[in-house]
């Protein structure tokens, strides 16, 4: 069972950048996606951004522009570059690994296995 864990939340002010990391357990398999979401208290689980086993990088619209993904190619771990954070970007973090088509890649529910989330909390 391939498992992810997440690294790198903390507390930041406002306009700091942040780097969070997943390490997956395993080399994801063709036609995988790996992919970022967030969900604060009260609101579903959010669609950050994503990356596909082709390299290509999707992105929710509310971080698009701020945000980042990247993949070591030496290693099972990719990244989530957050800058310009904003109070409205405090929530829990988690990584994903599924294989959704690209018509569903923002969907949570298409995506098998979940690390256990990491706190990201911007102040103002």
């Known amino acids: 069972q391939v498992q992810l864990a997440e690294f790198g939340g903390g507390t930041v002010q406002a306009g700091d950048s942040l780097r969070l990391r997943c390490e997956v357990s395993?080399?994801?398999?063709?036609?995988?996606?790996r992919a970022w979401f967030r969900q604060a208290p009260g609101k579903q689980r959010e669609f950050v951004g994503a990356?596909?086993?082709?390299?290509?990088?999707y992105y929710g619209d509310s971080v698009k522009g701020r945000f980042t993904i990247s993949r070591d190619s030496d290693k099972n771990t990719f990244y989530l570059q957050m800058n310009s954070l904003s109070s409205d970007d405090t929530a829990v973090y988690y990584c994903a690994l599924g294989w959704p088509a690209l018509s569903g890649i923002t969907l949570p529910n298409l995506y098998r296995i979940w690390g256990q989330g990491t706190q990201v909390t911007v102040s103002s």
């Open positions: 990356l596909r086993y082709s390299g290509h990088t």
């Open positions: 395993e080399r994801p398999s063709s036609g995988s996606a």
